[in-house]
């Protein structure tokens, strides 16, 4: 599996952003995807997860302003993100996870290479 990232800029604050990330399969093999990121000096922290069956969680830190989005015949889970603060600003990686061919139980994670988003005040 991979997955690339994509969509990353500098944005001032109070804006929006799209970012991409397409998978190298069908991503309703999944059993879920999201996002995470990471600050400078900070560990990596959830932004969202859409499980295959369900609706998606956020963190409250972004659930009033991003929202996640997929396009089945692309392949791409889409994050959309406004009004951007300085505090927004990181690496974006998308994840994904995959359970493992029969009899195995157990789920791979995979993830992309991130993509820089930075909001400037």
């Known amino acids: 599996v991979q997955l690339v990232e994509s969509g990353g800029d500098v944005v001032p604050a109070g804006g929006a952003l799209i970012i991409s990330c397409a998978a190298s399969?069908?991503?309703?093999?999944?059993?879920?995807m999201g996002w995470y990121r990471q600050a400078p000096g900070r560990q990596r922290e959830l932004v969202g997860e859409?499980?295959?069956?369900?609706?998606?969680t956020k963190s409250d830190a972004v659930k009033d302003r991003f929202v996640m989005s997929k396009d089945f015949s692309k392949n791409t889970l889409k994050l959309h993100m406004m009004s951007l603060r300085s505090e927004d600003t990181a690496v974006y990686y998308c994840?994904?996870?995959?359970?493992?061919?029969?009899?195995?139980?157990?789920?791979?994670?995979?993830w992309g290479q991130g993509t820089q988003v930075t909001v400037s005040s």
């Open positions: 859409w499980p295959r069956s369900g609706s998606s």
């Open positions: 399969e069908n991503i309703d093999s999944f059993t879920a």
């Open positions: 994840f994904a996870k995959k359970r493992q061919r029969p009899p195995a139980l157990l789920e791979d994670t995979y």
